[in-house]
């Protein structure tokens, strides 16, 4: 049985295919990963696997400097990228491939604050068009019509889509974007099929993995004797909690330390919340102060206080109230993230991580901040994220930020107009896309200027030392 992967990048390598292949090496070989890129970059990378038989070497490290190595063989097939996408509809269409996964960033979703797609991103449009005449799109939704349609034709079967990345409710709200995508494109036939053929559950998941280093291919041969073309490096945690909603079977993860639960909400929210909104407050803080990589951020003290203050103040009391008893041990989670993120040997960079502020503020921030001023409680810990941000984007205005910053949220003439205003914070906190009904209210505003004014004295005094 086939595991269909879409985004072959370094995560998935470091995440999803070392859980099927632990499980191979228990002996349980039933299952096989095939890879694709819906997009023709990383070409480098796919000659590299398909030279390897889609076989490349882990290393993996601890916050202890403690490296191993771990030769990965679970996708065992490297499927060629094509502008038509046909061997990856093909191959989506077998009845062999039980489960269609996916690694796709927040924004490459496009949805909005109401979870409707956003059909002012011109790649969504273009795709709508497409898949209108019946050709294979770029995004999600195109690429997967495309597959569906073709699977449905075979009568192949019912078929499992599986998120595998930071999106909040990712099954869930993959579900209704996809489902408005078939509707906007008047294919009801396809529409009626998914709605009975595919399950779409949540899932949560968690491995640092940095872009790998020019080095780490040398670092590989020196430990492996192997020559390896396309290593991948990440921190030694990992994480995976999935809903066990699965229409067509799936590997025993289990067996392999993947938890399989009702609800990955609880799990979901906390490392949301304490973990990817701590690492983009690193990245911020350390781009400003001219740091490269976040386990020198995680280690500048003040730095450091800013993310366990906003994880002790603001988080933990709306996650951990009474009325919400919390499975995860949240001060312990703050901590040992931390000491993940303080990791000198992954050498992850700001530039990695600072990436995609325009859907990160509404998608890791904006419900701790919409929580706490419901309970009438103060957002001031918080607060400092956006203004991070805020000071970060007014660096990127004035062409500072020391390297491309990327965003595929951002509107450059909203986010030029924002740093332009006569009062940036009032502007800033005005844009609907990234507040949704908190846009313009007092409250924000008044914690935001009194975050910003932290924040100046925070780079007047690091950069001033």
């Known amino acids: 049985m086939v595991q269909l992967h879409l985004g072959l990048g370094s995560f998935h390598r470091a995440h999803q295919a070392v859980y099927l292949q632990q499980l191979i090496d228990l002996g349980d070989t039933r299952w096989s990963i095939s890879g694709a890129n819906l997009r023709p970059d990383m070409a480098d990378v796919l000659a590299a696997l398909q030279s390897q038989g889609g076989a490349y070497t882990l290393e993996t490290v601890t916050p202890e400097g ?14 060629p990228y094509q502008k038509d996408l046909a061997a990856v509809i093909a191959r989506g269409a077998d009845a062999a491939t039980r489960i ?40 999600i939704y195109g690429a997967l019509c495309a597959i569906l349609r ?41 529409l009626a099929w998914i709605e009975v053929h595919t399950s779409c559950p949540n899932a949560m998941v968690d491995r640092i993995t940095p872009r790998p280093p020019p080095e780490l291919r040398e ?13 991948v490096t990440g921190e030694s945690f990992i994480q995976w909690v999935i809903e066990d909603r699965f229409i ?11 938890q399989l639960v009702d609800s990955v909400q609880p799990y979901e929210e906390a490392k949301i919340r304490l973990l990817n909104a701590t690492h983009s407050c690193i990245a911020w803080a350390g781009t400003l102060i001219g740091l490269q990589f976040i386990h020198e951020g995680t280690h500048t003290p003040a730095i450091r206080k800013m993310a366990y203050d ?13 009325g919400a008893p919390n499975p995860v041990d949240l001060p312990a989670y703050r901590d040992v993230v931390l000491d993940r993120f303080g990791n000198p040997a992954i050498r992850d960079t700001n530039q990695r991580v600072a990436m995609d502020g325009f859907s990160k503020i509404p998608g890791f921030i904006v419900p701790t901040i919409r929580e706490r001023l419901a309970r009438n409680e103060s957002i001031d810990s918080v607060a400092m994220l956006p203004a991070l941000f805020l000071a970060f984007l ?15 949220s951002m509107d450059p003439v909203v986010a030029h107009a924002i740093c332009e205003a006569a009062d940036p914070v009032a502007a800033f906190c005005a844009d609907r896309p990234l507040w949704g009904p ?20 925070f780079v007047a005094t690091a950069t001033s030392a």
């Not at 191993?68 to 490297?78: F, G, K, L, N, T």
């Not at 796709?104 to 497409?130: C, H, M, P, Q």
């Not at 067509?248 to 993947?258: K, T």
């Open 66 to 79: 403690v490296y191993s190595y771990q030769r990965i063989a679970s996708i065992r097939e490297v499927l």
């Open 100 to 139: 269609i996964s996916f690694t796709v960033t927040e924004a490459g979703y496009y949805l909005d604050a109401k979870d409707k797609l956003d059909r002012t991103f011109s790649d969504l449009a273009n795709d709508i068009e497409r898949a209108s005449n019946g050709v294979a799109g770029e995004t």
């Open 219 to 231: 670092r590989v041969r020196q430990a492996t004797g192997r020559d390896d073309l396309a290593p």
């Open 248 to 258: 067509a079977g799936r590997p025993a993860w289990e067996h392999v330390g993947a």
């Open 394 to 408: 007014q660096r990127w205005h004035k062409g500072e930020v020391p390297y491309t910053y990327q965003d595929q």
């Open 310 to 322: 906003y994880v002790t103040d603001d988080v933990i009391p709306v996650l951990g109230s009474p």
């Open 438 to 457: 908190l846009a313009g209210d007092a409250r924000l505003v008044d914690a935001m200027r009194r975050a910003t004014a932290r924040v100046q004295d």
């Open 150 to 190: 073709a699977r449905r034709a075979a009568d192949a079967g019912p078929v499992t889509l599986l998120n595998c990345d930071n999106l909040r409710h990712n099954g869930d709200r993959f579900r209704k974007g996809l489902l408005e995508f078939i509707g906007l494109i008047g294919d009801a036939a396809l």
